[in-house]
Nanobody, 124 residues
Framework: QVQLVESGGGLVQAGGSLRLSCAAS????????MGWFRQAPEKEREFVAA????????NYAASVKGRFILSRDNTKNTVFLQMNSLKPEDTAVYYC?????????????????WGQGTQVTVSS
């Protein structure tokens, strides 16, 4: 069973950038897709981005497409979420998750391992 630890969150002004990392340990990282989700106060957790096991396919929510870039380094068991042109509505706790399969999916039920989350706050 893999353990996921997110880092890189913080406070940034609108228009700024942050890079989130998710380090995996104790499991089989490279054989599954990975994803990022976020949850704002009083809102449901929502899909942000996903990447297949080889890093060749990525999918993004419409709200972040063109601003966020998801990548992975299987030699370091880490996924990275580069977030550019941040907006106040991007404020949320961001969660890294490992998919149940090699394929990307925007569905929460498609993921079975989750990190503890990292807070991202974008000020206007």
């Amino acid at each position: 069973q893999v353990q996921l630890v997110e880092s890189g969150g913080g406070l940034v002004q609108a228009g700024g950038s942050l890079r989130l990392s998710c380090a995996a340990s104790g499991g089989t990282f490279s054989i599954r897709a990975m994803g990022w989700f976020r949850q704002a106060p009083e809102k449901e957790r929502e899909f942000v981005a996903a990447i297949d096991r080889n890093g060749g396919t990525t999918n993004y929510a419409a709200s972040v497409k063109g601003r966020f870039i998801l990548s992975r380094d299987n030699t370091k068991n880490t996924v990275f979420l580069q977030m550019n042109s941040l907006k106040p509505e991007d404020t949320a706790v961001y969660y890294c998750a490992q998919a149940r399969s090699v394929w990307t999916t925007p569905s929460i039920s498609g993921y079975d391992q989750w990190g503890q989350g990292t807070q991202v706050t974008v000020s206007s």
